[in-house]
């Protein structure tokens, strides 16, 4: 979803460019050189296997990227199926030329400025504007019939990344040092210039929820609720009040979502933002407040790590 700021936040989901896909492989096919350029703000490090960060993969045909920038662990990586003008056909061509390639490595938690440029073989990563990777290609990119471009995780759906992604822009040439460098410190002055937001994070145990949003004739695509915690520890921020509402996403896509079923006593640890700074998304218009009276005096807050769309409900302990 797209936080403040209208920068996507990415955590258990992607996005799916639906009508962008065919356009885009297409133009990059017929250049023969491309460049994939983007503003990312790594979650966590892929520990786990690799995220998809931008995904250029077909409809049919199998729904494996042609053209990926992954991160596995604090790694950046380009994948790239190539086409060969010397090969009878592409089919057969990807699949001898599936090539992975590595970049550079990121931070977590810190924006930073990713270009990765190629043609005529030549690859060249650029990071915050500087020249960080080199490598050869083998052969170019090439597209036949439908493609989607997914933003967060491949077309499959089976290599999610977290983290907050902007400035996303494919193309169909390479683009030189200096117009990297430029379009780096435009992203930077941009950033610069945002109202700072307190962030506060806690440790805290969860008290009550309230009642979950019911559909209605016209179903909310989306709603939140609120949430009382015992506020254990302040790791990051002020905060000096014994308790704290939190606004979680409670539906989503019109689907109640599992964090709503999660028990009293539970231990979280949250990042939280006032509530009242958290966008014009975040709004008392979809909400469900079935708490008691003696909480009103509370400061609000919302789920800014986005901790209900990720959360997933632990298995109940075997019976003896």
């Not at 939190?246 to 539906?251: G, P, S």
């Amino acid at each position: 979803m797209l936080d403040r700021d209208n920068v996507l936040r990415l955590a258990g989901g992607s996005y799916d460019a639906q009508f962008v896909g065919g356009p885009t492989a297409a133009a990059l096919s017929r250049a023969g050189a491309f460049t994939l350029e983007a503003c990312i703000t790594p979650e966590h490090p892929a520990d786990k296997g690799t995220g998809t960060i931008i995904s250029l993969a077909p409809v049919r045909g199998g729904s494996s990227a042609r053209l990926a920038l992954v991160q596995t662990r604090r790694r950046l990586g380009l994948m790239l199926a190539a086409g060969d003008a010397r090969a009878p056909s592409f089919a057969k061509a990807s699949e001898g030329l599936r090539q992975a390639v590595p970049l550079c490595e990121v931070e977590t938690g810190t924006m930073q400025h990713v270009a990765v440029t190629c043609r005529h073989g030549s690859l060249t990563c650029y990071l915050d504007g500087r020249r960080a990777a080199q490598a050869r290609m083998i052969g170019t990119f090439t597209a036949h019939g439908p493609y989607r471009l997914v933003l967060g995780d491949t077309y499959a759906g089976d290599s999610d990344w977290s983290g907050r992604l902007e400035g996303v822009a494919i193309y169909a040439r390479s683009l030189r040092a200096e117009e990297v460098r430029r379009n780096y410190r435009a992203r930077l002055a941009l950033v610069r210039r945002r109202p700072q937001v307190p962030v506060l994070k806690v440790r805290a145990t969860l008290l009550e929820q309230s009642d979950p949003p019911r559909p209605g004739p016209n179903p909310y695509y989306r709603a939140l609720a609120i949430c009382r915690y015992r506020v254990d520890k302040v790791i990051e921020g002020r905060y000096e009040r014994p308790e704290i509402l939190v606004a979680h996403w409670a539906r989503w896509r019109n689907a109640l979502l599992p964090f709503c079923k999660a028990p009293p006593g539970r231990t979280l640890e949250m990042t939280l933002e006032p509530f009242d700074r958290a966008g014009p998304r975040v709004t008392r218009a979809a909400m469900s407040f079935t708490l008691g009276d003696e909480t009103f005096d509370l400061p609000w807050y919302y789920d800014a790590g986005l901790l209900s769309l990720t959360f997933k409900a632990g298995r109940p302990a075997a019976r003896p």
